[in-house]
């Protein structure tokens, strides 16, 4: 079962929590894990029934098309399949009984006990090519940047083999078994998409990991101690272990892992929160400062802390960035500013909030002001709404109004289908619905696309002025800004009133200089007399 299709400029998912586990039976369609991607999280169902073996762990970033697990149907386990299974775990027990009180004994039956196994261990034993996986709808080739492993190295399941460079972004290549590394192509080789990398001997080496499992089940304790030891995966940890640790900054070296051959998984990650108390130990560190001679660099050192740290970049940052890039390089964007007066809106909320909320039960804010005149605008400046599309122009009769919200993952933008038909409630309601899911990063992929005008509110962290870029393939955003108490002229006189400045960034290929600052002063028209949108003059 390997990574679905979850949108089209989605390129690699991570693995969410599992809601089973490895060995358990399955039937078809129920939900095995959650996945994550840089704009939402959905359910992975089981393609059939049988028993599940998990391949990937979570925390792990895959790309679409890698392999998340396998399901042995229950068809698969006929009459020959057992027949190995009873005798792999009766036969590894006679050598261990034999070849201590009889070793030359036992020299001649050795030679056909053997001759069983091999054939069930050759039906297993194969060699898995792994190729270079989809990495982005436009990429067609990668770069090898390093190899973490060398040829002949014994690698474990999801441990990282190599880094690839795309012309968009750097991604880490995991193995999908454990055995023997054959390395295809060398570090610096340029491949296309679907070219064999490197090759995965499931051998000897698969067999280790089979036998520990079994024998856990027996003496817990003393094997992953025997794992930490010598292991040949000690010390380096899976894809999330490395992750929280970074976050942490520990050293790996000073982590004992208990995964196969001593690697460091997420459960030791997390405890290793415990060793962070060794962070006082730098402290100790000044403890040399009697070796540096020099004293007059000891007051520069003293002052501060010159520490750094190293986060990688999420899956959500990284789309974001490249399609902020994309839209700067592609598009003729300029931005036109203006000023509302908000206190006619101010006074209106102030009277008829409190029976807005008692009716309606949702608060009276105002985004849904501004979205209601930026939809009447709209209607009245179709090339705004409008949007470009290879060499023609797309002009919508709806107004599907995308909101920025701002999360701890990053900026998202749910979309409010048909704004135009809907009252300030119904928008006040639909904005924190959208809002909460953004939040709680229930998003889906059909709730923040397909928008034709963006609202983005940097007011809310006090920002004054700015000018934001364009949701592609949306042609304007809208930025609004905090509100502020500033002298204006009323009728001849100087007066103090609640000013917010606004400002609308427009593609200039699609939008005229006209088009888009009769737009902005129709906007500040409706928003300084509310009673025109009531009216819809």
Partial sequence: MKVPPVGESITEVTVGAWHKKEGDSVKRDEVLCELESDKASFEFPAEADGVLHILAQEGDVLPIGAVLCTIEAAGASNGAAPAPKAEAPVEPSKPVEQPAPQPVAVKPEPAPQPAAPEPAAASTAKSIEMKVPPVGESITEVTIASWSKKDGDQVALDEVLCELESDKATFELPSEAAGTLRIVAEAGSTLAIGAVICRIEVGAGAAQPVAQPAAPVQQPAAQPVAAQADGYAANHPSPVAAKILAEKGIDPKEVNGTGIGGRIMKEDAVKAEKSAAPAPQPAATPAPKPAPAPVAAAPAVEGGNRVQRRERLSSLRKTIARRLVAVKNETAMLTTFNEVDMKPIMDLRAKYKDKFKEKHAVGLGFMSFFAKAICMALQEFPAVNAMIDGDSIVFNDYCDISIAVSTERGLVVPVIRNAESMNFAGI?????????????????????????????NGGTFGSMLSTPIINAPQSAILGMHNIVERPVVVNGEIVIRPVMYVALSYDHRIIDGKDSVSFLVRVKQLLEDPARILLGV
């Fill in 428 to 456: 006040e309601k639909e904005i924190i619905r959208l809002a909460g899911l953004a939040r709680d990063n229930k998003l889906t992929i059909e709730q923040m696309t397909g928008g034709t005008f963006t609202i983005t």
